[in-house]
Nanobody
Framework: QLQASGGGLVQAGGSLRLSCTAS????????MGWYRQAPEKQRELVAV???????NYADSVKGRFTISRDIAKKTVFLQMNNLKPEDTAVYYC??????????????WGQGTQVTVSS
């Protein structure tokens, strides 16, 4: 189970920090990331961090958002700076993980709303 938090309402140019923590028995985490879905749009990748330490960002957030992880605490963070109205969306965390009993699968958090006013 993934629990996300940190969303809210902020003015353009402001900052927010999202966090997402996994609970339960986890044998291995292959990737931890964030996606977002704006109204009437498809869900899109925002940022992802892989087990080896590499990261990947959507072009629209490069230089403004930073993903970080605390593997021991099974937590991923998304620091969002210089927010723009077009960043408004529901943000979902996603873990690619393996439990002790099965293969690597995708797990999703419940979503947290980020609203950026102009």
């Amino acid at each position: 189970q993934l629990q996300a938090s940190g969303g809210g309402l902020v003015q353009a140019g402001g900052s927010l920090r999202l966090s997402c923590t996994a609970s339960g028995s986890i044998a291995y985490i292959a990737a931890m990331g964030w996606y977002r879905q704006a109204p009437e749009k498809q869900r899109e990748l925002v940022a992802v961090g892989f087990g080896g330490g590499s990261t990947n960002y959507a072009d629209s957030v490069k230089g403004r958002f930073t993903i970080s992880r605390d593997i021991a605490k099974k937590t991923v963070f998304l620091q969002m700076n210089n927010l723009k109205p077009e960043d408004t969306a529901v943000y979902y965390c996603n873990f690619q993980l393996r439990t002790p009993w099965g293969p690597i699968e995708a797990h999703w958090g419940q979503g947290t709303q980020v609203t950026v006013s102009s």
